[in-house]
């Protein structure tokens, strides 16, 4: 059975950094076309992809937030890692981390964590 | 960005009837190399995660009812549940997977009558 699990702060503050791990099992991103992504999502609003990382460590990023976004991989741990600084109330949101599709070229999500809620506020 | 649209924004059908949900992208999501969409379809129930229905525009994931199909190719595509049920009540997303980002559609809410 695959899980995945989000953790992290559930309130950070304007200008601060987010560190949210992704904890999973049932797979292994040492695997191929394993993959593991970052998708938020605003309270009553639409989802939006953030990030995705293969497990030959090639990395995707959201183009309009590239420059403050970082993934990486623990194999170790099973754990996957998203920062995003410079946060901002407009970055309030469910974050879900998701195993993508094991299929070659496939960038759907068939397994999602049930997801955690951060609140950016001073 | 490939812009996803969806429509209509909400939908309200009676138990056991057909619902139609389309999707539009802003371009082709269409790859020459080899013929496939790189369009997927989710369904949210309320206060619950994503679940993957469709992939590559008309696959159905595993253990998703065969109610649930979707045809399309290019810019254009289609959900169709073919007979209502209860549990169907749910925000239904497309999202393009061929270029990044890899955008969602605003959401679909379907309820029922």
């Known amino acids: 059975q695959i899980t995945l699990k989000e953790s992290g702060p559930t309130l950070v503050k304007p200008t601060q950094t987010l560190t949210l791990t992704c904890t999973f099992s049932g797979f292994s991103l040492t695997t191929i076309p394993e993959g593991v992504g970052w998708i938020r999502q605003p309270p009553g609003k639409a989802l939006e992809w953030l990030a995705l990382i293969h497990w030959d460590d090639d990395k995707h990023y959201s183009p309009s937030l590239k420059n403050r976004l970082s993934i990486t991989k623990d194999t170790s741990k099973n754990q996957v890692v998203l920062t995003m600084t410079n946060m901002d109330p407009v970055d309030t949101a469910t974050y879900y981390c998701?195993?993508?599709?094991?299929?070659?070229?496939?960038?759907?999500?068939?397994?999602w964590g049930q997801g955690t809620m951060v609140t950016v506020s001073s | 960005d490939i812009v996803m649209t969806q429509s209509p924004d909400s939908l309200t059908v009676s138990l056991g009837e057909r619902a139609t949900i389309n999707c539009k992208s802003s371009?082709?999501?269409?790859?020459?190399?080899?013929?496939?969409?790189?369009l997927a379809w989710y369904q949210q129930r309320p206060g619950q995660p994503p679940n993957l229905l469709i992939y590559w525009a008309s696959t159905r994931e595993s253990g998703v009812p065969d109610r649930f199909s979707s045809s399309g190719s290019g810019t254009d595509f289609t959900l169709t549940i073919s007979s209502l049920q209860a549990e169907d009540v749910a925000v239904y997303y497309c999202?393009?997977?061929?270029?990044?980002?890899?955008?969602f559609g605003q959401g679909t809410k379907l309820e029922m009558k």
């Open positions: 998701a195993r993508k599709l094991a299929l070659p070229g496939n960038r759907a999500f068939d397994i």
């Open positions: 371009q082709s999501v269409l790859h020459s190399s080899n013929d496939k969409n790189y």
């Open positions: 999202q393009q997977y061929y270029t990044k980002p890899y955008t």
